[in-house]
């Protein structure tokens, strides 16, 4: 994400790595001088760890270097020493990486590091996005043999993302919207972002101007004072419209009214101005209550054949393209012959269930969010499908229930959270005993690890096949097909 400072340029990063002998240090040491954080050296970069960090190593201590790739040669300012490990940002590239490009299409990708893959050679992101697939994988032998896909990708790479969840700082006369910097409560203010959609690039510049026009004052986390604190914006590329939600302190009208008008007269494309209160002291961005400026409050947008309403808090994909490419390969291996019950868990606001459902007999969606679900019950509507039923409620509960109503389900669907699966969902995944399992993940860590618990339940991977949802980041999509072989370890 492109993004220019208005605090300070002392890049602050952490975390752990592992590899091989560095070169000379620009400040001499005695061999194995511990090492400080006013030490600088030069190393060369052996990998790319799991969260986009160089890999490489001083006489002491391996390190992380932010803004490194595999092959470089750079001079490494250190920032963090821990007992076991040291964070490094890069000062100067002495030696360029092969994989490096000349000319990235982010400005500013040293110093924002929100994509670390921005600066590589799209051929070799791919790459290194199904060797590391198949890394998590290697980590459980009893998935030895598991076929993965060559990754694949939507068209576009840049300009993809079409929601932004961004942070307000600074002071109405000097506002800035945009990210924390890695590992930091440090933020950075996003100008013409590289992957954002552009019409979030204009909504953050309008806002930005508004909040100066209108001197609404912006929250402050250290004395809690102030009344702005996140901007989030969702757009629907099917309409071209956006859509602000401005998180606020408290309920405040005056303020927020003056701003919402000036955001819609500005940039008529916006469609929905909502202000939601979010009160809490911790990170959350969301808070539980929504007031609306405008007489409309969700945009529709398509995946495929499928429309979609968009609330304030509905999950989406940020990658229309990329959640197309996943409801095809969804539908596909299903294996649907128009007569099976299907449960789709975490289903959100129902997209992959309505995308399913002229192939089903039924399909009964199960979501944790009651406003997604009223969401997903709308969408079923507005498309004409009547064999979606959703409920909303804990997840291993419901399946408690539908066992015990005695439903006979085919086939099951997953897209739980980041974090996976309670290992109590997956055991009762196997107790309806469906023929095929359909798991979506953001996580290949959480997949393999659950992969692996449900092949000892008797159901066993065949193939995944990864999917480029947010390409120059590391992050990739998988969907994986599991079948009932009946045999548990």
């Known amino acids: 994400m492109v993004i220019s400072s208005k605090l300070n340029d002392k890049t602050k990063h952490r975390k752990p790595a592992i590899n091989k002998m560095v070169s000379a240090a620009t400040q001499q040491q005695p061999p194995h001088a511990k090492l400080t954080n006013k030490n600088v050296l030069d190393v060369d970069i052996s990998g790319l760890d799991d969260e986009g960090y160089g890999i490489a190593a001083s006489e002491s201590h391996p390190l992380r270097v932010s803004g490194a790739l595999p092959g470089d040669t750079v001079r490494v300012g250190i920032d963090f020493v821990a007992q076991r490990i040291a964070i490094g940002h890069v000062k100067k590239i002495l030696v360029p990486s092969a994989v490096r490009i000349r000319n990235p299409p982010c400005r500013h990708s040293a110093q924002c590091l929100g994509c670390p893959m921005i600066v590589m050679k799209y051929q070799s992101q791919t790459e290194w996005k ?34 932004a969840k961004l942070v307000i700082a600074g002071k109405f006369s000097d506002p800035f919207i945009g990210i924390f910097r890695r590992s930091s409560h440090d933020v950075f203010d996003l100008v013409d972002c590289p992957v954002q959609h552009p019409l979030i690039n204009r909504v953050i510049d309008t806002v930005r101007r508004g909040i100066t026009k209108m001197k609404v004052p912006i929250y402050n986390p250290r004395s809690r004072m102030g009344l702005l604190r996140y901007l989030v914006i969702r757009i629907s590329e099917a309409e071209q419209k956006a859509m602000a939600v401005l998180v606020t302190a408290n309920r405040s009208y005056n303020e927020l009214h003056h701003l919402g008008k000036f955001i819609r007269d500005q940039l008529p494309e916006v469609e929905v101005v909502a202000q939601n209160v979010n009160t809490s002291d911790g990170n959350v961005i969301l808070g539980p209550s929504d007031h609306f400026m405008t007489a409309s409050h969700h945009l529709t947008e398509k995946i495929g054949d499928v429309k979609l309403m968009i609330s304030p808090r509905s999950f989406l994909q940020v990658n229309p393209e990329g959640a197309l490419l996943i409801y095809n390969k969804v539908r596909e291996w299903s294996g649907l012959t128009g007569s099976e019950t299907v449960l789709d868990l975490y289903c959100g606001i129902g997209g992959i269930a309505i995308s399913l459902a002229s192939g089903a007999g039924k399909i009964i969606g199960l979501e944790i969010v009651e406003t997604a679900v009223a969401d997903a019950s709308r969408n079923a509507s507005i498309n ?92 990739v999509e998988n969907v994986a097909r599991l079948e009932k072989t009946g045999e548990s370890i």
């Not at 697939?133 to 990708?153: N, P, W």
């Not at 099951?412 to 095929?436: D, H, M, W």
């Open 384 to 475: 004409g499908v009547k064999n979606c039923h959703f409920k909303a409620g804990d997840v291993a509960e419901l399946l408690e229930e539908i066992k015990d109503d005695g439903e006979h389900v085919e086939v099951i669907i997953l897209n739980p959270p980041r974090k996976g699966c309670e290992k109590k969902v997956l055991y009762q995944i196997a107790a309806f005993s469906p023929r095929t399992v359909i798991y979506v993940s953001c996580s290949s860590q959480s997949l393999a690890r659950d992969l692996s618990i449900m092949k000892q339940l008797g159901y066993c991977c065949k193939e995944i096949q990864p999917v480029d949802m947010f390409p120059q980041t590391m992050h």
């Open 130 to 163: 199904q060797q590391n697939v198949q890394k998590q994988l290697r980590q459980f032998k009893e998935l030895d043999g598991i076929t993965v896909h060559s990754l694949i990708s939507p068209l576009r790479r840049i300009h993809y993302r079409t929601t």
